[in-house]
């Protein structure tokens, strides 16, 4: 172990040396097995990393932790995902004891879980939902049935002022009901646009019809375990929403006024800042502002990101 802790430092501290001030992370120590996670994630801190992803290791070694990525990344609402048990308010205390503007949330895709529509089928991928964390929520249960869904979860959801977000279903009479009675009823709040490569806008053309009705958004998500590979969402693509500061209830009441909008700005786009959605005038201020949130240069084509990350 002493030598896996000293591959990693010597690492760090070349990568510290290339870097010059530049800022540096721990960003895979956290797929590190048993007690291999945290002296990894120490030993790159002392070999010159500025902080660490894995939330656990900065709790016992008193490290930098993953608020200093939000900060980094100008992130201000961070939705975490099938965390475990803890992790999003170790992550909101980290944050908020060194004073980065950063909001944790549970923003999640329930596995395996899928609802039986009468006279449809059985349908997953649309259940992804946010909440404030925090918020116990009771189990959707084995293939429910929409009404029970609505019933016996979403209306729970609801009341502790989390809501659906609709992901992707190619059936699109099923995505019509849905979504029209979300409008009458409440439950979906946004509908996603940009995820990775896709834009779920061109593989359902009929969501367009709600272009004034909910807001578009730009889903980012972890997938896999290869923090080098699903990082990079991070810098490609956005969601904006306009608020006098950026909090989970003003996201909320962002979304309820379709002050939002989804940015993308990457080599799938050419380079160019593709919008999408927001109420009439809302796209125009966000284009105004944009030296404020840009995450690229004077250079459209050089996107400004942490400048080296250490995986294993």
């Not at 609402?77 to 170790?90: H, M």
């Not at 800042?273 to 004077?298: C, M, N, P």
């Amino acid at each position: 172990m002493l030598n896996f802790q000293s591959l990693i430092a010597t690492k760090a501290s070349r990568l510290r040396h290339s870097a010059g001030n530049r800022l540096l992370m721990e960003f895979g120590m956290r797929r590190a097995q048993g007690s291999a996670a945290i002296q990894a994630s120490r030993a790159a801190i002392i070999g010159g990393m500025d902080s660490t992803s894995n939330i656990y290791s900065a709790f016992r070694c008193n490290l930098n932790s993953s608020g200093f990525l939000a900060d980094s990344l100008h992130i201000n609402l961070w939705g975490s995902k099938n965390g475990v048990a803890g992790w999003t308010e170790q992550a909101q205390k980290i944050a908020d004891d060194n004073k980065v503007p950063v909001t944790f949330f549970i923003a999640d895709e329930p596995y395996g879980k899928n609802i039986n529509i009468d006279g449809m089928g059985t349908f997953g991928h649309i259940l992804d939902f946010i909440s404030p964390a925090n918020v116990k929520l009771p189990e959707i249960g084995k293939n429910p049935s929409w009404q029970e869904y609505r019933k016996d979860y979403l209306t729970s959801l609801i009341y502790n002022r989390g809501s659906l977000i609709l992901q992707i279903s190619n059936n699109e009479p099923l995505s019509r009901i849905l979504l029209d009675e979300s409008l009458k009823n409440g439950g979906y709040v946004a509908i996603s646009t940009i995820h990775f490569d896709q834009n779920f806008l061109f593989w359902v053309p009929s969501l367009y019809q709600y272009r004034y009705q909910l807001p578009f958004i730009a889903l980012q998500d972890a997938h896999g375990t290869e923090s080098w590979w699903w990082s990079d969402e991070l810098l490609h693509y956005r969601t904006l929403f306009l608020a006098k500061k950026p909090g989970y209830d003003e996201m909320m009441t962002a979304l309820k006024n379709n002050w939002v909008v989804s940015v993308r700005h990457d080599s799938l786009s050419g380079y160019k800042t593709r919008i999408l959605g927001g109420a009439e005038g809302v796209s125009d201020f966000v284009k105004q502002h944009q030296d404020e949130w840009k995450w690229w240069g004077d250079n459209p084509e050089k996107l400004i990101r942490p400048w080296a990350v250490i995986t294993v």
